[in-house]
């Protein structure tokens, strides 16, 4: 897995821990952290993909 790979994973998995965590508060700013993990996964799949074609 590439170092962007890695990061976007990262990344993902921070964003979803942020979103459980503000709409747990009660903060409606979750969705915004929802949309951020979304991207993320998308940018996962897509660095992930890239570095087995590449093989």
């Known amino acids: ?16 821990a942020a979103a459980v965590v503000s709409f747990v508060n009660g903060n409606w700013l979750g969705v915004v952290w929802v949309l951020l993990a979304g991207v993320t996964s998308n940018m996962w799949w897509y660095y992930r993909r890239g570095t087995q074609s590449s093989r």
């Open 1 to 16: 897995m590439s170092r962007l790979a890695r990061y976007a994973l990262v990344l993902c998995l921070l964003a979803v």
